[in-house]
């Protein structure tokens, strides 16, 4: 099971931004536990929304129990399958052990 849900909701406006919101709620854990979450979360679409994000779409990441252990690289990869089916542009993001065309 991943350590995050990933919602994607087309806005619809005309206006080609990725725009990109975070929630960890109480049940994962204390403050420093939940902002911990976020950062990664954070850095992860830093990296992957600009290539892999849905034009004009509203992104929610919703943080689950265990998504603070879980490594930070198998976190990239689940986020970059979350992306490719959610209909993005992550097909430009390279999964460990793929190679570029």
Do not use: W, Y
Request: avoid cysteine; charge should be positive; charged fraction near 25%.
């Amino acid at each position: 099971m991943p350590g995050f849900v990933l919602l994607v909701h087309p806005r619809g406006d005309g206006d080609p931004a990725v725009r990109l919101g975070i929630t960890v709620t109480k049940k994962i854990g204390g403050a420093v536990v939940r902002n911990r979450m976020k950062r990664r979360f954070r850095e992860l679409a830093r990296e992957l929304l600009p290539v892999g994000g849905v034009a004009g779409a509203d992104h929610v990441l919703i943080g689950r129990a265990g998504g603070v252990e879980r490594d930070f690289q198998l976190l990239r990869i689940e986020l970059a399958r979350a992306l490719k089916k959610a209909g993005g542009g992550a097909s430009s993001v390279l999964l460990p052990g793929e190679t570029a065309p």
